[in-house]
Nanobody, 122 residues
Framework: QVQLVESGGGLVQAGGSLRLSCAAS????????MGWFRQAPGKEREFVAA????????YYADSVKGRFTISRDNAKNTVYLQMNSLKPEDTAVYSC???????????????WGQGTQVTVSS
């Protein structure tokens, strides 16, 4: 069992930055692929980024490529999402997830956090 707790969300102006953190419980954190997803009001959940077990490979949605960076610290059981050049369309609840392989759909991810709200004002 893995429990995930996100933090770092908030209100920021367009062009600003935020860093989200996702702290995981349990000793097996390094054995999971980690992903970030987001869901805006009235929209489906969408993939944002994912990172391999070791952190050697990263994957991004086209909409955030070049602006967001996912990273992980297995010694701290934490995955991060650095978000730069934020846009109003990035406004959503951001959730981290732990899974068996990197994917852009939620199916391989079986542990989910509660999410943290990110609001970008224009």
């Amino acid at each position: 069992q893995v429990q995930l707790v996100e933090s770092g969300g908030g209100l920021v102006q367009a062009g600003g930055s935020l860093r989200l953190s996702c702290a995981a419980s349990g000793r097996t954190f390094s054995s999971y692929v980690m992903g970030w997803f987001r869901q805006a009001p009235g929209k489906e959940r969408e993939f944002v980024a994912a990172i391999s077990w070791s952190g050697g490979r990263t994957y991004y949605a086209d909409s955030v490529k070049g602006r967001f960076t996912i990273s992980r610290d297995n010694a701290k059981n934490t995955v991060y999402l650095q978000m730069n050049s934020l846009k109003p369309e990035d406004t959503a609840v951001y959730s981290c997830a732990a899974g068996s392989y990197p994917a852009t759909n939620p199916s391989p991810y079986f542990y989910w956090g509660q999410g943290t709200q990110v609001t970008v004002s224009s």
